[in-house]
């Protein structure tokens, strides 16, 4: 089950993320990205949501994310939690627009 909801502020943010573990989500199923490194962290550590990392993407894509530019890290990291390329794409858009964008993910 995946469910991702696009936010304009940290309020926002958090709301949506109370609202995920209201329908069973824990806080380590739930994902935040925004374009802002300095931002993404803040808001995550806030929030009590998860990082995307070497569980999620493995060693090698971990290790490649240092090379790459912003935009294709954040894809990256959007794929390896479930979205499809187009989707992360789609996304990545919003996220230079400034919005953030929480992904709540759960195994079938």
Sequence with gaps: MLNVKVVENGVQAKEVIEDFVRQGFTHDDIYLFAHDKDRSTDLTDALDANNVGMA????FDKL??????RGDELRS?????????PEAEKYEVEL?????????????
Excluded: H, P, Y
């Design 64 to 69: 490649s994310n240092v090379f790459r530019s």
């Design 96 to 108: 230079d627009r400034g919005r953030v964008l929480i992904v709540a993910t759960k195994a079938a």
């Design 77 to 85: 990291k959007m794929q390896s939690v479930g979205l499809s390329e």
């Design 56 to 59: 999620e993407q493995g060693f």
